[in-house]
């Protein structure tokens, strides 16, 4: 079961989009669209802003979106603001009834 | 106010065993699965596995398997994660995460991890 892969780090200016890739296989990603992605702040807990590709849970902004094609799911921030620097990571369904995450991304806002 | 409500830290010796709580609060433990994901000092999330807390029935990932045993007591709505044979490796912050599953006789299903813990941070040391 191996980590899904995610670029290391992205950076963005404030009001710029970023967008953060998720690979996996079809075994996972490619599979089923059980495709989430956190937000995790320094010291604390993994906050949802994703789900199912491409649902934001209620209070989340409208400025993360999710889409998925083949075996890569992408998540993307528009109109980039500081409060978003964050690491970001994908998580996903997989086979077995097994769960894998991505390495995770540092999201920097210059 | 729902919530998952953690044990305190732990400080082990390589080769010990860990027991780590997550409780309930706000919602029937029974109704959900719950996930254990853990989180290496500067690392990634890693899944651990998840229980069924209505059947006790569980599921490990296959790095973990010979020495995660998860279990919970309905009685008190709390989910445990014990981890043996402890390394330096495991160092880590273990949280407890709510899995929300759905499917509909019309074909819309969903799954994802909506609740969380705050984590416990486990220091294996000698």
């Known amino acids: 079961q191996s980590a899904l892969t995610q670029p290391a780090s992205v950076s963005g200016s404030p009001g710029q989009s970023i967008t953060i890739s998720c690979t996996g296989t079809s075994n996972d990603v490619g599979g089923y669209n059980y495709v989430s992605w956190f937000q995790q702040l320094p010291g604390k807990a993994p906050k949802l802003v994703i789900f199912?590709?491409?649902n934001r849970p209620s209070g989340v902004s409208s400025r993360f979106s999710g889409s998925k094609s083949g075996n890569t799911a992408s998540l993307t921030i528009s109109g980039l603001q500081a409060e978003d620097e964050a690491d970001y990571y994908c998580n996903s369904y997989s086979s077995s009834s097994s769960w894998v995450f991505g390495g995770g991304t540092k999201l920097t806002v210059l | 106010q729902v919530q998952l409500v953690q044990s305190g830290a732990e400080v082990k010796k390589p080769g010990a065993s860990v027991k780590v709580s997550c409780k309930a609060s706000?919602?029937?433990?029974?109704?959900?699965?719950m996930h254990w994901v853990r989180q290496a000092p500067g690392q990634g999330l890693e899944w651990m596995g998840w229980?069924?807390?209505?059947?006790?029935?569980?599921n490990y990932a296959q790095k973990f398997r010979d020495r995660v045993t998860m279990a919970r007591d309905t009685s008190i709505s709390t989910a445990y994660m014990e981890l043996t044979r402890l390394r330096s490796d495991d160092t880590a912050v273990y949280y407890c995460?709510?899995?929300?599953?759905?499917?509909?006789?019309?074909?819309?299903?969903?799954?994802?991890?909506?609740?969380w813990g705050r984590g416990t941070l486990v220091t294996v040391s000698s």
């Open positions: 706000g919602y029937t433990l029974t109704g959900y699965y």
């Open positions: 995460a709510r899995e929300i599953t759905y499917f509909d006789s019309s074909g819309y299903t969903t799954r994802y991890f909506d609740l």
């Open positions: 229980i069924n807390p209505n059947s006790g029935g569980t």
């Open positions: 199912d590709v491409r």
